[in-house]
């Protein structure tokens, strides 16, 4: 049974172990603050709720044991792999790898949950880089089968195929990124969309709410079943040239973060975590959204993956 440890229980943190654990493996799971060990207990029957509606059930050896550690060479203790999940600040990455580093057996694998923060540089803050890998899930972790994976400079070829073989055996998909660029794949594709997404708000072409629907019911809707390559040949290489021979100029190329989103941050409106940020939110619509999203999520993976034929 692979042992692992998932440092940092945040957002993405509960969905991650409950997902491994479901896998068979046994999760050690790590933080500095009660409150999010305590949050991330509370969540774990909810989100394996999900993953039953999933039909990820457990392997016939059954489901992993689950363990909350305050004390962290206690959590790593003996581990195969250690996931990095702290907040995405590269000085609060590095204070956490190189206190887990010295931690860690020789062939433990380390892998970073991060973002975009390219690997190359967090693997200076290692022991053994060779042993460092990215390993990018996605929110919410528990229901998006796909993971990034990520090599940095250093990353051994045998690390990034345990790793891939890893996700494969817990039944998702990885996807390997060939070169160690800042946001990989899946964020630079999503952060380009959002800045055009929050320039066309800005600019006062769109309202937010009506923004939402055009994406979530046109591309967003398209592209869960034709991936954006498979869309250029659908729609006609011609079609794109010519769209993209008067539109790419005028597309936002913003380099700096726009003001609607700094002057909320500022303001400490965070979105969700915070009851407000785009869309203000009472705690009893944020578990309405939460259970509506689930389902919905649930009922088009399993489309999807052909479980479920309308
Ligand atoms: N939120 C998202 O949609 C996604 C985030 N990520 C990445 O995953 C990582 C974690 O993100 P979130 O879960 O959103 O962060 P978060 O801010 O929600 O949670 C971070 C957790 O780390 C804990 N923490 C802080 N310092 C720590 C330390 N020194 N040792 C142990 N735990 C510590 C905090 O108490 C908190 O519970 C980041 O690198 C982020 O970019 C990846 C995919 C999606
Ligand atoms: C806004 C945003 N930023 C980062 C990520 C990520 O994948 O790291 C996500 C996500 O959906 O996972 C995201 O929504």
Redesign the pocket.
Known sequence: MLKVAV???????PGMVARMARGGFEVRA????D??ID??RVMLPQIGAVLDQLSITPLASGEGAISFHRD?AEAVAGVDLVI?????RIE??E??LR?ISPLVAGDCVIA??????PITKLQAFVVNPRRFVGM??????HIIPMIEVIPGAATAAEVVSFISETIKGLGLIPVLVKKDVPGFVE?RVLYALLRECVDLVDQGVIDADALDTCVSWGIGYKLSVIGPMALLDMAGLDIYQSVSGYLNADLCNAATVSDAITSRTAAGRLGM?TGGGIYDYTPERIKELGAERARKLVATRRVLEGRDTP
């Open positions: 440092i940092g229980l945040g957002t993405m943190g790590f933080d500095t603050s409150a999010a949050r991330a962290l990095e999940n702290v907040p995405e609060v990455k204070e956490v206190a970073s949950d991060t973002s975009g923060i990018h899930w996605s929110n919410p972790p964020n975590k």
